[in-house]
């Protein structure tokens, strides 16, 4: 599920972007200093980027790809670095050509700085002092050959890119598997379309799984792991997966076409938390059981968070039919996929900003603001299976009641007036009452009628109070 589908996409927020708006200086010879700089100081984070070229040309190429959401691309002389004053809010230094030495450029290095060197040819070994990527000069006079090694060498160093460059700058990893069912599990579909690298106890992963599996505590769910740091959809993978085992998850840290409702399709960028679990259940899963399972994963976000010591006032709390909230940001949402066969497969996919930069609002950000501690994210997607598996035996022991207590602990909504549009276009005005058996919202109209709501039926502004058919009135 998109964590942020109601702003459009996960990597656009145009109203959240002025005081944490990020700026990349480039250093050239051919362009001048620009007077924007003062505006900077009123932004409360200023993260500059400093290029030295001979050549406006690579300027141009990093203004194209980068995010203009975050950095403002800048050019300067020489003479620039002479100063010291650049040092402040720089955080990478490129430069083209032979390597700048000045007091200012090694103090910057000394203190930490990233740099990056580009040069036409490979020299001696030991020649670079900084990182370096060799861009031979005849790539110059081609710009999309050459954006196409910026873009890659800014991805590779964490620099926020524009949508696009985002996009063409990744392409799907190998897959991880790991865990004790593992070795047993033959994966025929998924091999034929992805490499699929066994590293039993995750050794060469960067999802942690000693971390995440000392952290989960649960006798089904997690305890096989699929992880590609960068796929198309953590869905279409589960959804590949022929052996009949319950609980088995797919992670990644980039998602390049996530699924979210209504058939919409979403990037998730590094600093999400995204992953599918896939449930197997026999035919006896009653269909109110399945309908359920999206309450149950928004919850188990939710209670990862608030269950925890020190936690429990932090404000994450459920929209329904599928949203997390932390006060009225998205940050997460939950999308599920059932099918029926021999069993009944249903699919849970779970996607909540946890890390990612702003202007994106996250959870270890909100934490930070409240003085609490930042979570891990194999140990945050751990507890949430903690809680997923022992909502979902509520559920199956048709513990209901149990159920909607822990839900309505957490949810947004307990008896908040709505108005409801009917098929017609007239406007009701009611209350919310909760949820029946099914996860349907109930809500009372002016005449004490009860109107059953449900999720897929409808679009829906409850922070605004209003609910309303998808179709158009006859």
């Known amino acids: 599920m998109d964590p942020n589908e109601e702003d459009i996409m996960v990597l656009t927020y145009p109203i959240r972007i002025i005081f944490r708006k990020t700026n990349i200086f480039v250093f050239s ?13 009123q932004r409360k984070m200023s993260t500059n980027i400093l290029v030295f070229s001979h050549s406006s040309k690579l300027k141009d190429v990093i203004e194209a790809v980068v995010s ?27 430069f083209h050509g032979e390597s700048i030495c000045l007091e200012s450029v090694k103090h910057f290095v000394e203190r930490g700085g990233t740099t990056l060197q580009i040069i036409d040819a490979p020299g001696p070994e030991g020649m670079a002092k900084y990182d370096c990527v060799v861009v031979e000069r005849s790539l110059w006079q081609n710009v999309q050959e050459l954006k196409k090694i910026i873009r890659e060498t800014l991805y590779r160093l964490d620099i926020q890119l524009n949508t696009d460059d985002y996009i ?19 994966l025929t579909g998924l091999r034929k379309k992805w490499q699929i690298d066994d590293l039993s106890q995750g050794a ?21 792991v699929i992880f590609g740091e960068v796929v198309t959809s953590t869905m279409d993978i589960a959804e590949e997966i022929e052996d009949e085992i319950n609980g088995i998850i797919v992670v990644s840290h980039v998602q390049l076409a996530g699924k979210g409702r209504s058939g919409n399709k979403w990037i998730s960028p590094k600093g999400a938390v995204t992953f599918t679990v896939r449930l197997l259940k026999p035919r006896s899963f009653a269909f109110g059981n399945i309908s359920l399972l999206q309450h149950a994963a928004s919850l188990a976000v939710v209670q990862a968070i608030r269950r925890k010591r020190g936690y429990e006032d ?31 497969c249903c699919l849970i996919g779970l996607g909540v900003n946890f890390d990612n930069p702003a202007p994106s609002v996250s959870v270890n950000q909100c934490l930070q603001q409240y003085g609490l501690a930042q979570l891990s994210s194999e ?5 949430i299976l903690n809680q997923l598996e022992n909502l979902i035996n509520l559920i199956e022991n048709h513990s209901l ?26 406007l009701h005005e ?18 004490n009628t009860v109107v059953e709501v449900h999720p897929d039926g409808n679009s829906f502004d409850l922070l605004e109070g209003l609910i309303m058919p998808k179709f158009k009135p006859t």
């Open 168 to 186: 063409n700058a990744l392409c799907p990893t190998p897959l991880h598997l790991f865990g004790g069912y593992s070795s047993g599990l033959a």
């Open 314 to 344: 932090f404000p994450v709390a459920l929209k329904w039919p599928n949203d997390i909230y932390i006060q009225k940001d998205k940050v997460g949402g939950v999308l599920t996929k059932c099918s029926i066969g021999k069993d009944i």
């Open 29 to 41: 010879h051919s362009s001048k200093l620009s007077t924007k700089i003062s505006a900077n100081c």
């Open 401 to 426: 009641s149990s159920f909607k207590e822990l839900y309505y602990k957490y949810w947004m909504h307990s008896q908040s007036p709505v108005k409801l549009k009917s098929e017609n276009g007239l």
């Open 430 to 447: 009611g209350k919310i009452l909760g949820i029946d058996n099914y996860g349907y919202l109930l809500v009372q109209v002016t005449d």
């Open 204 to 224: 060469g992963s960067k999802f942690d799984w000693p971390k995440f599996s000392q952290a989960l505590r649960t006798k089904e769910l997690g305890k096989s």
């Open 379 to 383: 140990e945050f997607i751990a507890d």
């Open 68 to 94: 203009h959401n975050h950095y403002t691309v800048y050019g300067l002389k020489r003479d620039d670095l002479l100063s010291f004053s650049w040092l402040k809010n720089c955080k990478l230094l490129i």
